[in-house]
């Protein structure tokens, strides 16, 4: 999986195209189904049609007739447009008009695409506006969000269960699934153990932000 998936924007002014976007995700990168390796995600049966909706997003970042309403200058000195959500709202007209864009992007896939990319754009915007907050590492908040805005990358996270013993069924395994523990009066007490792939952090929190800040060539769920 290449670290720099923007590299295939052939220009630093814009976000992706359809085509660049589905280009990307043709990188050798290891998905399986059913016990077999596939190829190339963009023409399996099971993920091309997913692949080609999300292209759909990003030709409409171009098209003029939802240009108005989907994008926006950059404010990371490009010269260039981004979506409206991959930049922070200083106003309140702007934040309407985030509101806006991200209706219009959702009802080009009927609402079904429920991570698509302005899911995560929300958090790549605090690594700019907050970049002070990751202290030391606030230049690497600060490329993240230039790397985000620019090309409107799709950033996404995962939730697993951890690591369990492959010999035995998942319901043998304890901790997998939710558990009372205890039952004081009032509230009871519930352990349910839930974690994010290593690389992927999965909630935007105070260690998982900075986790993202550290890390100058983390790589984007693609």
């Given amino acids: 999986m290449p670290q720099n998936p923007e590299l295939l924007v052939k ?10 976007y589905l280009e990307s995700l043709r ?10 390796r596939v190829r190339d995600v963009t023409k399996h049966p099971a993920f091309r049609n997913a692949a080609a909706s999300v292209a759909k ?3 409409a970042l171009h098209d003029p007739k939802s240009k108005e309403t989907l994008t926006t200058a950059t404010d990371t000195g490009s010269g260039g447009y981004t979506h409206r959500f991959f930049k922070a709202a200083r106003s309140r007209e702007e934040l309407v008009r985030q509101r806006d864009a991200i209706a ?3 009802r080009i896939t009927y609402g079904w695409m429920g991570r698509s ?7 790549l915007n605090t690594l700019g506006a907050n970049a002070e907050f ?9 490329a993240w969000h230039v790397r985000g805005q620019e090309a409107v990358l799709y950033v996404n996270h ?4 951890p690591p369990i013993d492959r010999a035995k069924p998942v319901e043998q395994v304890k901790d997998v699934y939710i558990t009372i523990q205890k039952r004081p009066t009032p509230a009871s007490t519930f352990r349910a153990p839930r974690s994010s792939p290593p690389t992927r952090r999965s909630r935007t929190t105070t260690s998982s932000a900075r986790t993202w800040a550290r ?3 983390t790589r984007a769920w693609w």
Avoid: C, M
């Avoid at 990751?134 to 908040?141: I, L, P, T």
């Fill in 104 to 106: 219009a992007w959702a």
């Fill in 215 to 217: 890390r100058s060539t």
């Fill in 158 to 161: 995962a939730l697993v269960n």
């Fill in 134 to 142: 990751y202290g030391k590492f606030a230049d690497n908040a600060r």
């Fill in 11 to 20: 220009s630093k002014q814009r976000p992706f195209t359809g085509a660049e």
């Fill in 57 to 59: 997003l990003y030709d």
């Fill in 27 to 36: 990188d050798g990168r290891e998905v399986y189904i059913y016990g077999e």
């Fill in 117 to 123: 990319p302005d899911y995560k754009a929300a958090f």
